[in-house]
C-alpha cells in the first residue's frame, strides 16, 4: 500500500495497512517468520531485526496495521490480552493511584487486586458513567485512568472526551480497552485517549484461534515505552498468532456489519420476552448509555447481557441451548455465551459482583455470524424450558 493510510478508508486499510507485498515473493500475504534470531550483515550492521523477542516481521506487520485502524502512534503485540494490560501498568510505579471503572473484565480486576496492589499501587473502582466520580476519585497520587466503555458484562458506557479532560487536568494518563467495539465502531485515540488496548484474542482475530493483545500508544513517550516492555519483559506475541490476527483483521469491517446487525435483532428480541427481566444492550433506547455511545461510536456491537432471574434459571437455559456455544470469550465467529458470575468474573468478590448487579441469573452472549433466524430459534427453545 503505497501514500499515507490515514487518508485512505478503514475497510482499506484492515487489508493492506502494515503489509506490503513480499520484496522476494510479491506474496500479498505477510509470511509467518518462524526465527529466533537475524543474521547481520557485519558487527554493528543488521537489516532492521536483531532478536525475536525485540523484533518479528508478522508481529510488526500485524503492530502497524492495529496503529493504523486506531489512527495512534504504534501498535505492541503481547501475549494475551492480560498481557499487554500488564504493560499498560508498567507507566506507573510503587505509591501511584489508578481510578478505573468499577466493573471491568474479572481478569483486569484480578490482576489489579490480587497482584499489582501487592505492589503498592492502589485503585478507586468507580461509576465513571458519571464523570464527577472520576474527578472526585482523582488524588495528587492519579496517574492513570482505566476505562472500558462499554464494560464487560454491565455495558456501562463513559463518555471518554470527558474523562480525558479530567486525567490531562491532573496530569493522568487515559486508558481504554477497547476490546467490546473493535476499531471499526469505536477509535478512543479521536477523543483523546493516550492508549487503547484490545484483547486480540476477540473481535479483531475473530475466528476462536488465536490469543494475544494489542497496545496503541498514541504518543512517542508511551511508544517508545512500550518497546522497551517488550524488549525487556518478552511477553510478545508470536509469529503464528501474528498471522492469525492479521489475518482475522482483514474482514473485520464485514464481520463486525453483521455481528452488530443480528446483535441488534436478538436484543430486541430479549427485551420483549416475558422470560426476561432486563436486557443491558447500548443499542436499545432505552438504555441509560444509549445517546452518549451513539455520539462517540458508530455502531453498537454483540455483546448483550440479560438476566434470567436466577442461577436455576440461567443454568436451565444455558444447558438447553443447541446452536449457541457455552464458553469464555467472545468476539468469534460461532455465538458464545457464558454466566459471567461463574466463568468470566468469577474472581470478583461475591459482595462486589451484587454491588455490580452481576447477579447469579446473568447471562452474557456474544452474538456471532450464524443465521440470525437459527439464534433466535435457539433462544426460543432454551427459553421455554424455564
Partial sequence: MKGDPNKLGFSTRAVHAGQPPDPTTGSVAVPIYATSTYVADELGKHKGFEYARVQNPTR?????????????????????????????????????????SRNVYGGTYRLFTQILERYD??????????????????????????????????????????????????????????????????????????????????????????????????????????????????????????????????????????????????????????????????????????ALHQRQSSGFGALISFDLGSHESAKTFLDALQVMSLAESLGGVETLISQPATMTHASVPPEKRAELGITDGLVRASIGLEDEADLIEDLEQALARI
Avoid at 501498535?75 to 501498568?89: D, P, T
Avoid at 466503555?149 to 487515559?174: C, Q, S, Y
Avoid at 483523546?192 to 504518543?219: E, I, P, Q, R
Avoid at 441488534?264 to 436499545?284: C, E, M, N, Q
Fill in 60 to 100: 510488526t506487520a500485524l503492530e502497524e496495521n492495529v496503529a493504523a485502524l486506531e489512527g495512534g502512534r504504534s501498535g505492541h503485540a503481547f501475549a494475551s490480552g492480560m498481557a499487554s494490560i500488564s504493560a499498560i501498568l508498567t507507566l506507573i510505579k510503587a505509591g501511584d493511584h489508578v481510578v478505573a
Fill in 121 to 290: 499501587l492502589s485503585f478507586s473502582w468507580v461509576d465513571t458513567t458519571d464523570l464527577a466520580n472520576i474527578e472526585a476519585a482523582m488524588t495528587d497520587r492519579t496517574r492513570l485512568v482505566f476505562l472500558e466503555t462499554p464494560t464487560n458484562p454491565m455495558m456501562e458506557v463513559t463518555d471518554i472526551a470527558g474523562a480525558v479532560e479530567i486525567a490531562r487536568d491532573r496530569g493522568a494518563l487515559t486508558v481504554v480497552d477497547n476490546t467490546f467495539m473493535s476499531p471499526y465502531f469505536q477509535r478512543p485515540i479521536e477523543h483523546g485517549a493516550d492508549v487503547v488496548m484490545h484483547s486480540a484474542t476477540k473481535f479483531l482475530n475473530g475466528h476462536s484461534d488465536a490469543l494475544g493483545g494489542v497496545l496503541v500508544a498514541a504518543h512517542e513517550k508511551q511508544s517508545e515505552w512500550f518497546a522497551f516492555v517488550q524488549k525487556s519483559a518478552g511477553a510478545v506475541l508470536g509469529p503464528f498468532d501474528s498471522f492469525l490476527v492479521l489475518r482475522g483483521i482483514k474482514t473485520l469491517p464485514v464481520r463486525m456489519e453483521r455481528h452488530e446487525r443480528s446483535g441488534r435483532a436478538i436484543a430486541a428480541f430479549l427485551a420483549g420476552h416475558d422470560k426476561v427481566t432486563r436486557v443491558l444492550y447500548p443499542g436499545l433506547p432505552d438504555h441509560p448509555g444509549h
